[in-house]
Nanobody, 114 residues
Framework: VQLQASGGGLVQPGGSLRLSCAAS????????MAWYRQAPGKQRERVAL???????NYADSLRGRFTISRDNAKNTVYLQMNSLKPEDTAVYYC?????????WGQGTQVTVSS
């Protein structure tokens, strides 16, 4: 299983970014997908999750600014991030899982700074 995240970068406060995560080695449509992030010195936290049926869950503090979506035809999950704040600075990881294994992408750095 490979999860290839992309789309990170440096953005000013108030700006937007869209992260992508391309998955291979799984039947994508049968897997729930999630985005996590980890800021320096902090624990990894889940940002958003999307199920196979399109059910979505967000971290309470991010609801309204971030949007997760998936394109099963492209085996890709997205994270649209708007109104970015300096505290959103972190490495963002995509994740999926089976009953026996967690799979992680390599992470993409998002830096929000003026």
């Amino acid at each position: 299983v490979q999860l290839q995240a992309s789309g990170g970068g440096l953005v000013q406060p108030g700006g937007s970014l869209r992260l992508s995560c391309a998955a291979s080695g799984i039947i994508f449509s049968r897997n729930s997908m999630a985005w996590y992030r980890q800021a320096p010195g902090k624990q990894r936290e889940r940002v958003a999750l999307i199920t196979t049926g399109g059910g979505i869950n967000y971290a309470d503090s991010l609801r309204g600014r971030f949007t997760i979506s998936r394109d099963n035809a492209k085996n890709t999950v997205y994270l649209q991030m708007n109104s970015l704040k300096p505290e959103d600075t972190a490495v963002y990881y995509c994740n999926t899982w089976t009953p026996n294994m967690d799979y992680w992408g390599q992470g993409t750095q998002v830096t929000v700074s003026s």
